[in-house]
Each structure stands twice: as structure tokens, then as C-alpha cells.
């Protein structure tokens, strides 16, 4: 796999590039996007977005773990974790895009 990384430098280029936004008004308007998505998951809300995927909060409970170094046994506190599920049109644009799909990973 060797894609390229997006950052929010570059998604705030794209706004500008596509939507006619000045710069500073793209950067703000891509903050506050993301700002608004963290706001939901950290009061534990699902975030969908239609025909791309939906962030999920979900609640570990307390288990037992292992150290690998030592293989001591060792509590893992709870916690809460968040899950990205892509919706199926985002899975099969992913799948029709040059490259995509050759791993052989089916989900």
C-alpha cells in the first residue's frame, strides 16, 4: 500500500480548489466540520454519513491482558473506542478505483 496522506492542509486545498471558498473561510469551514464530528463522538454519539460511513462510540469493559515482553498478566482498564464502518457505496467505490480490491481483502 503506498497511498498518498492526506492532511487537513490538503483538504482544506480541496475545498478551495472545488467549492470557491477563499483559503481562510475553506480551512475554517473543514475545522468545524471536524470539530463538529468530535464534539458528537466524545458525547458518545454515532456519526453517519450518508454514502460514506458512520463513526461509532463503543464501551470496552474491563478485561485481562498480556504483556508481551514478560507475558505478565496485566488489567486493562475501560475505555471507550471509536469505529469507522464504511458504508457499501463507499466499499464499492473503493473496490472500482484503479489498485483497489487487489489485496484479496473481502471486508
Same mark, same amino acid.
Given at each position: 500500500?503506498? /497511498?498518498? =496522506? $492526506?492532511?487537513?492542509?490538503?483538504?482544506?486545498?480541496?475545498?478551495?480548489? @472545488?467549492? !470557491?471558498?477563499?483559503?481562510?473561510?475553506?480551512?475554517?469551514?473543514?475545522?468545524?466540520?471536524?470539530?463538529?464530528?468530535?464534539?458528537?463522538?466524545?458525547? /458518545?454519539? =454515532? $456519526?453517519?454519513?450518508?454514502?460514506?460511513?458512520?463513526?461509532?462510540?463503543? @464501551?470496552? !469493559?474491563?478485561?485481562?491482558?498480556r504483556n508481551p515482553k514478560t507475558g505478565k498478566e496485566v488489567p486493562i482498564s475501560p475505555r471507550r473506542v471509536m469505529v469507522f464502518k464504511p458504508?457499501?457505496?463507499?466499499?464499492?467505490?473503493?473496490?472500482?478505483?484503479?489498485?483497489?480490491?487487489?489485496?484479496?481483502?473481502?471486508?
Open positions: 500500500m503506498s /497511498g498518498k =496522506t $492526506v492532511t487537513r492542509a490538503d483538504l482544506c486545498e480541496a475545498v478551495y480548489q @472545488k467549492v !470557491g471558498l477563499s483559503r481562510t473561510e475553506s480551512a475554517t469551514l473543514v475545522e468545524r466540520v471536524l470539530e463538529e464530528i468530535t464534539d458528537c463522538l466524545q458525547r /458518545g454519539e =454515532t $456519526v453517519k454519513l450518508s454514502s460514506f460511513g458512520s463513526f461509532i462510540v463503543r @464501551k470496552k !469493559g474491563q478485561r485481562i491482558g458504508s457499501a457505496i463507499l466499499k464499492q467505490r473503493i473496490n472500482a478505483a484503479p489498485g483497489g480490491g487487489a489485496d484479496g481483502d473481502s471486508g
